[in-house]
């Protein structure tokens, strides 16, 4: 699967799932865009330590994505720095509850801007590059974006309005530009408390419920994510990485 003199852009790639996206294709010899919004120090190092594999092969670029300069601004670098775009991955994502009855404007506009609005646009400010290289979007979705998570309903909508631009744009930009999409189950838990953090007991209630029993890891996503980047007959698709969860 070479990714050799192609460019990729992961949003929100400084950690976790988006870092190993990132570490994933360049293994496989792309050049990378890590865009991230306020955690510059790891990617930076991440950049780093790219470069120090191949050099001249990454940087890191920031960008507020809830703004069109944001997008603009980013979308402009990240087309320009190795000479043209022919991967772009829509990773990053806010997700935390929205109890109905306590939805505001704030949480709203935050999880609609970072889950659909962002990687519509982004991709549209992209699109040019991507046509010329014949390129690909991958949109990360998420299993709750075809089945309601209980006091997630903002969050839930955002990633189903996600999912459907996947299909509309994949028929919209076909034949020149692919566009899929990862729907994600249980993966990592929350490096730290805050309004997603799930305790122990929550944990095991919810491995018990996924039919392989277990996390999948951000490999698993990042190697679905070259797949997609890779096989040049697949567009519209929607992959569902989650140990079977979404069948309970």
Known sequence: MSLTEKSALVTGSANRLGAQIARTLHQNGANLIIHYRRSAAPALALAN???????????AIAADLATDTGIDNLAEQACNAFG??????????????TRFGEIDRQAWDDLIASNYRAPLFLAQACYRSLRQNRGCIINMLDIYASRPLKHH?????????SRMLVESLALELA???????????????PEKAGRDQVDTAQQQALLQQIPLQV????QVIADTALFLASNDYITGEVIRVDGGRLLN
């Open 84 to 97: 043209g775009l022919h991967i772009l991955v829509n990773n990053a994502s806010s997700f935390y509850p």
């Open 175 to 189: 034949p020149e530009v692919r566009v899929n999409g990862i729907a994600p189950g249980a993966i990592l838990w």
């Open 49 to 59: 330590e790219l470069n120090q594999l191949r050099a001249e092969s990454a940087l």
């Open 215 to 218: 996390l999948g890891g951000a």
């Open 153 to 161: 309903s903002v969050y839930c909508s955002a990633k189903a309005a």
